[in-house]
T-cell receptor, first 109, second 116 residues
Framework: QKEVEQNSGPLSVPEGAIASLNCTYS??????FFWYRQYSGKSPELIMS????GDKEDGRFTAQLNKASQYVSLLIRDSQPSDSATYLC?????????FGRGTSLIVHP | DVKVTQSSRYLVKRTGEKVFLECVQD?????MFWYRQDPGLGLRLIYF???????EKGDIPEGYSVSREKKERFSLILESASTNQTSMYLC???????????????FGPGTRLTVL
């Protein structure tokens, strides 16, 4: 059974801090990894994709991948209240991704 | 930009009705997916399609069927709606691409279905 595990949270951080979101995956054959942001009542929105070990930066977001440890993380720098949402981690081996259940992030002023 | 659209944002139906949910994508993607999302249960795959007229069952296909007559369109059908099918339904699409490509899924806005 392929699984992606995330802490459900909520993770609460003050405005301006770094938010660190983590997930682990079970399928060693996974090739690509994704982070989605989902606001309450809305659909998931893709914010980061990564398939190579190491870091990938895009604006305030950094995705980190460690295939040896089967670990993916998302760092959000200078967190804003508008970043408050649920963040879904996903891994893809074939063309069907496996999603985690998401981590709720709350950024308080 | 990839665009995935769904026929309705909100839908209210009665038990026993036949319900059609439609999804259209404009990026020539090979793969299309239907999920439902319920609090505490995450995204659950109902059906997916990797080509026109092809379909595969996902994790929870019972009570649902699908149709893909054109590459850009993927329909979800509830033959006889029941109250336990009240949920948020999400359509997604992705390309097949090559081994090193991301093949990300892009989601439509979702349909909040209520079955009374």
């Amino acid at each position: 059974q392929k699984e992606v595990e995330q802490n459900s949270g909520p993770l609460s951080v003050p405005e301006g801090a770094i938010a660190s979101l983590n997930c682990t995956y079970s399928d060693r054959g996974s090739q690509s990894f994704f982070w989605y942001r989902q606001y309450s009542g809305k659909s998931p929105e893709l914010i980061m994709s990564i398939y190579s070990n190491g870091d990938k930066e895009d604006g305030r977001f950094t995705a980190q991948l460690n295939k040896a440890s089967q670990y993916v993380s998302l760092l959000i720098r200078d967190s804003q209240p508008s970043d408050s949402a649920t963040y879904l981690c996903a891994s893809r081996g074939s063309y069907i991704p496996t999603f985690g259940r998401g981590t709720s992030l709350i950024v308080h002023p | 930009d990839v665009k995935v659209t769904q026929s309705s944002r909100y839908l209210v139906k009665r038990t026993g009705e036949k319900v059609f949910l439609e999804c259209v994508q404009d990026m020539d993607h090979e793969n299309m997916f239907w999920y439902r999302q319920d609090p505490g249960l995450g995204l659950r795959l109902i059906y997916f399609s990797y080509d026109v007229k092809m379909k595969e069952k996902g994790d929870i296909p019972e009570g649902y069927s699908v149709s893909r007559e054109k590459k850009e369109r993927f329909s979800l059908i509830l033959e006889s709606a029941s109250t336990n099918q009240t949920s948020m339904y999400l359509c997604a699409s992705s390309s097949t691409g090559n081994f090193r490509s991301y093949n990300e899924q892009f989601f439509g806005p979702g349909t909040r279905l209520t079955v009374l």
